[in-house]
């Protein structure tokens, strides 16, 4: 959506990092997120973050909240093939319960 | 615990004619979104119904329309189809007022337009 903006495409080698990117348009958005889409299927949460914190981690994901440049990214620490999906960017507002997304970044691993 | 679902996996009409997709969200949950995604742009909201009221709708012309029935479930029509409707219909559902904002999602309904 306008609203936020993702880059449309990364590719990886396995064992790396992958550093996605997020950047949205909104100050007031309250909750950030992170979904991922494998082939063929619906969007799964990953991990969301709440806009009064700089960072979250959960296992191979680290998220990060630059409020003031409004960026936010998603680190996964050694990528594997079935990290391969689209990932998408999410934000939502006080008192509006829809969530508004980001066109979605392609994740390709190679070996 | 079955997740959301949704049918028909996919749906091929003509152009003007009428299609109907359907969702069922997770038991216990009352708020059911719509969101349209085409190719290349993303998830569009379309329409967020909870507790059988409509609450918010996208920025999609009124031949996009849907319902809540009393078991929470939905429908979303979209009337005078047109090429550019092809895409992937995706259906969330949330417990009402969930400050987080977490969607479950289901697999969606591709709408091919000819």
């Known amino acids: 959506g306008e609203d936020v903006e993702q880059s449309l495409f990364l590719s990886v080698r396995e064992g790396d990092s992958s550093v996605i990117n997020c950047t949205y348009t909104?100050?007031?958005?309250?909750?950030l997120y992170w979904y991922k889409q494998e082939p063929g299927a619906g969007l799964q949460l990953l991990t969301y973050?709440?806009?009064?914190?700089d960072m979250k981690q959960d296992q191979r994901l680290t998220v990060l909240l630059n409020k003031k440049d409004k960026h936010l990214s998603l680190r996964i620490a050694d990528t594997q093939t079935g990290d391969s999906a689209i990932y998408f960017c999410?934000?939502?507002?006080?008192?509006?319960?829809?969530?508004?997304f980001g066109a979605g970044t392609t994740v390709t691993v190679r070996a | 615990e079955a997740g959301v679902t949704q049918s028909p996996t996919h749906l091929i009409k003509t152009r003007g004619q009428q299609a109907t997709l359907r969702c069922s969200p997770i038991?216990?949950?009352?708020?059911v979104y719509w969101y349209q995604q085409a190719l290349g742009l993303g998830l569009q909201f379309l329409l967020w119904?909870?507790?059988?009221?409509?609450?918010n709708r996208g920025n999609f012309p009124p031949r996009f329309s849907g319902r809540q029935f009393p078991n929470y479930s939905s429908e979303l029509n979209v009337n005078a189809l047109e090429l550019e409707d092809s895409a992937l219909y995706l259906c969330?559902?949330?417990?009402?007022?969930?400050?987080?904002?977490?969607?479950?999602f289901g697999e969606g309904s591709r709408l091919t337009v000819l």
């Open positions: 999410a934000e939502s507002r006080s008192n509006d319960y829809k969530l508004s």
């Open positions: 909104d100050s007031s958005s309250t909750y």
């Open positions: 973050i709440f806009s009064n914190m």
């Open positions: 119904y909870d507790e059988g009221e409509e609450r």
């Open positions: 969330a559902s949330s417990l009402t007022g969930v400050s987080s904002g977490e969607l479950f």
């Open positions: 038991s216990g949950h009352t708020s």
